[in-house]
């Protein structure tokens, strides 16, 4: 069983940062594949970004590549998501994610946050 709580979400003008952080319980953390996935108001849950349980492989979904970054360390059971450069569009409720393989997809994944909401303000 894995835990996991998200925090850092908040309200931040267009062109602004924010970092989540996603902090897992368990000592099988370091195992597991981590993702980050968002869900704006009336649309589905979409991809955003993903990490292997070692940190040496990481994927984006295609139109947030050189703005969002993930990262993780394992030593303090928490998955990181720095977003920069923050666009209105980017409103959503970001949610993490934990899974046995580096996916891009919601199934892959057995675990999942309850969610912290990022709104970006024009």
């Known amino acids: 069983q894995v835990q996991l709580v998200e925090s850092g979400g908040g309200l931040v003008q267009d062109g602004g940062s924010l970092r989540l952080s996603c902090a897992a319980s368990?000592?099988?953390?370091?195992?597991?594949?981590m993702g980050w996935f968002r869900q704006a108001p009336g649309k589905e849950r979409e991809f955003v970004a993903a990490?292997?349980?070692?940190?040496?492989?990481?994927i984006y979904a295609d139109p947030l590549k050189g703005r969002f970054t993930i990262s993780r360390d394992n030593s303090k059971n928490t998955v990181y998501l720095q977003m920069n450069s923050l666009k209105p569009e980017d409103t959503a409720v970001y949610y993490c994610a934990a899974g046995r393989a580096t996916k891009n997809n919601t199934p892959a994944y057995r675990y999942w946050g309850q969610g912290t909401q990022v709104t970006v303000s024009s």
């Open positions: 990490i292997s349980w070692s940190g040496d492989s990481t």
């Open positions: 368990g000592r099988t953390f370091s195992s597991y594949a």
